[in-house]
């Protein structure tokens, strides 16, 4: 009895102990699958599956015609196996192939080949990071040579110690082209500076994934369920500047600088009509690809110096003061004032020509850029109150809104109630810091009819994964000015560039355009803290618009410090503007026009009588563009092998005169032969080598004689040797023949310096550059001795060939 009992006592403990067991079990199994199920899911779902990311293609910048400027290109980062390396004993091997294909120290390499996790155990992975990140192809090429020849030594099929890995990295197929306004990324993919800043997030679009279920081996489950992230590439951005106005223009600049030698110079191109920016540079520039490299202090190369340079503009803030008071209707251009000097309050202010050229017009005092005949304008007549108004209409103070990163609004701060403050502000120098961009946009709404417009640099946004295309509009922040008061002030400053005499900008003077412009030259103040103005350092600068009557193009010259301090706005900044714009404008197709060769300063000018004119062609099969200029009665010529016009010249729309031929450009011009133009003129020569960007060296005068082609640094180069028409038929040269002054003016020559300053008359007059003592140091500025040469020293081609830049040596009427 007593042992039932005791086998039923072991039996219920067993049975609860079994019980109490498969409670706790069924407890921790519901705790698992039900409380902490998700988690447990969530966990067990990362074992099993994996993600493959898909990244995002950074968008293309083109310019406005599709040239492309920045891109994604394949790049390789070079990763080593410092346990392999070991196992197989290639260490040696590895570090010196590797320091003789990507030049990296040798003692780097093998820190890098023998490195260790924070175990102290050889890693398997780790990319070389001096010299190994986002290599060129031509550099992977010899890396998988190496690769290879490892194989072969160590019998080994795959890894080596030494392998690629598949990368991209951001290209910028033409250098240093508009390098300023693209800016750049870095090795990491961070956007730095210009467009590539600024549209960061529009550029490099959102990564993809993909998801998958995949065994122990990593290998995908037959029925995985596939989870897809589509990726979003960047969109596209193309661009308002224009890659053949910005090669005319960063190789003007390229010439002035040697000739110049200056701090720096900038230069911004627009259409007034839009404030669509056509081209803006800066030297010292870089080169995206190598930004890596740049190692200048001070202005730097990376600095664009168009949004965030501030200086006083000098001369050329004149147009302001003028627009303000044509548009009281207080300006009189045939009233008459006393030149030469002016008392305000204590202080005397002066005209460079400090005794005067006696009682004179305001519109003469407008052409010599008389001091006098601005504070008169903006002091005594508009006043205080009203320059400030108008100063501000024109957008000056706050930033213009560009898109790009870093614009500074610059600063106008005179005092209503300082009479010198308002009296030198008149005119450009004291109290008033602009930026170069506020002074373009200023001017292009003198040129458009009195409207102030926001500049841009994107044209429009493509979004590659639908294909909509957002264009940017034209914004108009206000009307200025009137559309009448627009018009008389452009004929003003027409006339400050026409007369050939006294205008300060004759120098921009293009035969066959109707330049309008204004020069400034405006004194540093010392770095000492003093407050006086260094007379030794300067800024010049030239700003502008043609064609006067329909403006197509606006442009500011900048000159920082020329060596020569005695160089003025209009010796060493308009000569910049006249070899661009006289190469954009036949570009642009804006055909030229004549005037009455008995005077170059009348500005009404006549309209070339059309012989015919040039039909519209590009885009068109080259059969059909043929039989259209077959029916009309032109000649043409067919350069290229395509089947399709792709340029023409010139331009769609061009007056063309008798027996002048068109060019059919069947490839992109860049990428064709350079033809064979013997017997043509040099502006036709000119006209077709500057399409395809090739630079052009001339001898002689008259009609291509001869061509010889170069190629250097991948700039390809010609040399033109020019006889006359009758050398060229006959085949003799006629030395004797006096050169007719057509071809003079169609010669491109070759600036010979020492030639240039024989042209000039050895008397040359220096001006007193000094003021009374008190003065603000406005007509100190301005005083700054500016004095240039006449316009009979230097040649105009006009024609949209290249002329050799021609910074004449100060002489003649001032032009500050």
């Not at 390229?254 to 701090?263: R, V």
């Not at 790009?404 to 008033?432: D, Q």
């Not at 050939?500 to 120098?507: F, N, P, S």
């Not at 706005?569 to 954009?584: E, L, R």
Request: hydrophobic residues 35%.
């Amino acid at each position: 009895m007593a042992v039932n009992k005791r086998i039923r006592l072991r039996t219920l403990f067993v049975g609860g102990c079994i019980a109490l067991f498969f409670v706790v079990l069924v407890m921790r199994v519901f705790w698992l699958q039900v409380v902490q199920g998700s988690e447990w899911h969530e966990r067990a779902v990362e074992n099993w599956t994996t993600d493959n990311v898909i990244k995002a293609k950074r968008g293309t910048i083109t310019d406005r015609n599709g040239n492309e400027l920045a891109i994604d290109a394949p790049a390789y980062n070079v990763v080593l196996n410092p346990k392999v390396i070991a196992e197989l004993n290639v260490k040696d091997d590895i570090v010196s192939g590797l320091h003789t294909i990507l030049g990296t120290d040798e003692s780097e390499l093998q820190k890098q080949a023998t490195s260790v996790d924070d175990k102290g155990q050889l890693r398997i992975w780790r990319e070389l990071n001096k010299g190994g990140r986002q290599i060129p192809q031509n550099k992977a090429d010899e890396v998988n040579a190496l690769i290879a020849k490892l194989k072969e030594k160590t019998g080994k099929r795959y890894d080596v110690g030494l392998s690629l890995s598949e990368d991209s990295k951001r290209y910028y197929p033409k250098n240093e082209l508009a390098s300023h306004v693209l800016g750049y990324t870095d090795k990491e993919g961070k956007a730095v500076a210009g467009i590539e800043a600024y549209y960061d997030q529009q550029l490099r679009g959102v990564n993809g994934k993909i998801s998958y279920e995949k065994d122990r081996q990593g290998d995908k489950l037959p029925n995985s369920n596939d989870v897809y992230t589509p990726v979003k590439n960047g969109d596209n951005l193309k661009l308002t500047i224009d890659e053949t106005i910005q090669y005319y223009t960063e190789q003007a600049m390229k010439e002035a600088y040697k000739q110049l030698q200056p701090k720096s110079i900038t230069v911004i191109a627009a259409d007034p009509n839009t404030m669509n920016i056509l081209a803006m540079a800066n030297l010292p520039t870089f080169d995206p690809n190598k930004y890596n490299e740049v190692t200048t202090e001070d202005y730097g190369e990376f600095t664009n110096l168009g949004i965030k340079a501030i200086y006083e503009p000098g001369s050329t803030f004149k147009i302001v003061t003028l627009s303000g008071a044509v548009q009281e209707n207080l300006f009189n251009p045939e009233a008459t004032y006393q030149s030469g000097t002016i008392r305000v309050g204590s202080t005397t202010l002066h005209d460079i020509n400090r005794v005067g050229w006696g009682p004179i017009t305001y519109l003469e005092g407008l052409k010599r850029s008389s001091n006098v005949a601005f504070v008169k304008l903006g002091y005594e007549m508009l006043g205080a109150e009203r320059l400030r108004k108008y100063i501000d209409a024109f957008g000056f103070g706050v930033k213009t809104g560009i898109d790009l990163p870093g614009e500074v609004s610059g600063a106008i701060t005179f005092r209503p109630n300082i009479k010198t403050e308002v009296a030198t502000a008149a005119y450009g120098h004291g109290r008033v810091q602009v930026t170069p961009l506020q002074q373009l946009s200023a001017v292009a709404a003198v040129a458009n009819g009195g409207k102030l417009l926001t500049p841009h640099v994107v044209q429009s946004i493509t979004d590659p994964n639908t294909g909509v295309t957002t264009d940017t509009p034209v914004h108009e922040i206000r009307q200025a000015i009137t559309p009448e008061v627009s018009a008389k002030v452009r004929g003003y400053l027409e006339q400050v560039v026409s007369d050939q005499q006294i205008g300060t900008g004759r120098h921009a003077y293009i035969e066959g355009y109707r330049v309008a412009g204004k020069t400034g030259t405006a004194v540093k103040v010392k770095t000492d803290g003093s407050g006086q103005y260094d007379y030794t350092k300067q800024v010049v600068s030239f700003i502008g618009f043609a064609p006067a009557n329909d403006p197509k193009i606006a442009m500011i010259v900048v000159v920082d410090q020329p060596s020569n301090s005695k160089l003025g706005g209009g010796t060493a900044a308009a000569p910049i503007f006249k070899q661009i714009v006289s190469q954009a404008l036949p570009y642009m197709g804006v055909p030229k026009v004549s005037e009455d060769d008995s005077s170059k300063a009348k500005t009404t000018v006549q309209q070339t009588q059309a012989i015919y004119t040039a039909p519209v062609l590009t885009g068109k099969p080259l059969d059909q563009a043929k039989k259209n200029l077959l029916a009309k009665g032109i000649s043409y010529k067919v350069v290229g092998s395509g089947n399709k016009v792709v340029k023409q010249y010139p331009a769609a729309g061009a007056t063309m005169g008798s027996g002048q031929s068109i060019y059919l450009m069947t490839e992109e011009p860049t990428q064709m032969a350079i033809p064979d133009l013997k017997g043509e003129s040099l502006r036709d020569a000119l006209e077709i080598l500057n399409l395809m960007k090739v630079e052009v060296t001339t001898t002689g005068e008259g009609y291509v004689a001869a061509q010889v082609e170069s190629e250097s640094g991948g700039r390809r180069s010609i040399t033109l040797t020019l006889k006359s028409a009758k050398a060229t038929i006959t085949g003799v040269d006629d030395e004797d023949e006096s050169q007719s002054s057509d071809q003079k003016t169609d010669d491109a020559t070759k600036g010979d310096t020492d030639q240039d300053k024989a042209n000039h008359s050895s008397d040359a007059k220096s001006t007193d550059t000094k003021t009374d003592e008190g003065s603000s140091g406005s007509s100190q500025n301005e005083s700054q001795s500016d004095s240039e040469a006449t316009s009979g020293s230097s040649s105009d081609t006009g024609s949209g060939s290249k002329p050799a830049l021609n910074i004449p040596e100060p002489e003649g009427a001032p032009t500050n």
